[in-house]
T-cell receptor, first 112, second 113 residues
Framework: DAMVIQNPRYQVTQFGKPVTLSCSQT?????MYWYQQKSSQAPKLLFH???????NEADTPDNFQSRRPNTSFCFLDIRSPGLGDAAMYLC???????????FGPGTRLTVL | AQSVSQHNHHVILSEAASLELGCNYS??????LFWYVQYPGQHLQLLLK??????LVKGIKGFEAEFIKSKFSFNLRKPSVQWSDTAEYFC???????????FGTGTRLQVFP
């Protein structure tokens, strides 16, 4: 089945230690998104790629970076995680910006 | 400010009760509308969507939603809920002038047998 895959499902890191989360898709969608979701809150868009074009949200901290080496893969790099960065990180894909987004299972990040 | 509002934060129902969850948005112009569901421990899944056409849309698991343009609303309904409907429900909107999916704050539904 075509899907959005996120690895790992659970990630534990130490305060200030860089961490990378990965997302892959078999849907061949043009757009890939990264969201941050804290407990009992709505997902918050961090940034997205339309093909290779990177679009950062104005309020996304510089601590968060992303890479999309090809259509199928997208990475979220957190350069110096703080305690406030503990959250579920969701990857999503869509064919076009206004189309339905399909979400992966998420990576739950714990910062010690 | 432009936003998506879900007025019911927490809803508790008994099985077989009817459900209506409110969703209002404040964007003018063309929008695409969605309801997503997040079951405990699972990922966000699409329940239904409205892009154009018949304003009454049917989704999976017996859910439906009605788009009322004049009221900027897209309320979710189900005539008879089941225990397995216990989940968090998110209304979301893509305004054409932003191309971004904007989520409401979510409604937590608990259904008791």
């Amino acid at each position: 089945d075509a899907m959005v895959i996120q690895n790992p499902r659970y990630q534990v890191t130490q305060f200030g230690k860089p961490v990378t989360l990965s997302c892959s898709q078999t849907l061949n969608h043009n757009v890939m998104y990264w969201y941050q979701q804290k407990s009992s809150q709505a997902p918050k868009l961090l940034f997205h790629y339309y093909d290779k074009d990177f679009n950062n949200e104005a309020d996304t901290p510089d601590n968060f970076q992303s890479r999309r080496p090809n259509t199928s893969f997208c990475f979220l790099d957190i350069r110096s995680p703080g305690l406030g960065d503990a959250a579920m990180y969701l990857c999503a894909t869509s064919r076009e910006n206004t189309d339905t987004q399909y979400f992966g299972p998420g990576t739950r990040l714990t910062v010690l | 400010a432009q936003s998506v509002s879900q007025h019911n934060h927490h809803v508790i129902l008994s099985e077989a009760a009817s459900l209506e969850l409110g969703c209002n948005y404040s964007y003018g112009g063309t929008v695409n509308l969605f309801w997503y569901v997040q079951y405990p421990g699972q990922h966000l899944q699409l329940l239904l969507k409205y892009f154009s056409g018949d304003p009454l849309v049917k989704g999976i698991k017996g859910f439906e939603a009605e788009f009322i343009k004049s009221k900027f609303s897209f309320n979710l309904r189900k005539p008879s809920v089941q225990w397995s409907d216990t989940a968090e429900y998110f209304c979301a909107v893509i305004p054409y002038n932003t191309d971004k999916l904007i989520f409401g704050t979510g409604t937590r539904l608990q259904v008791f047998p």
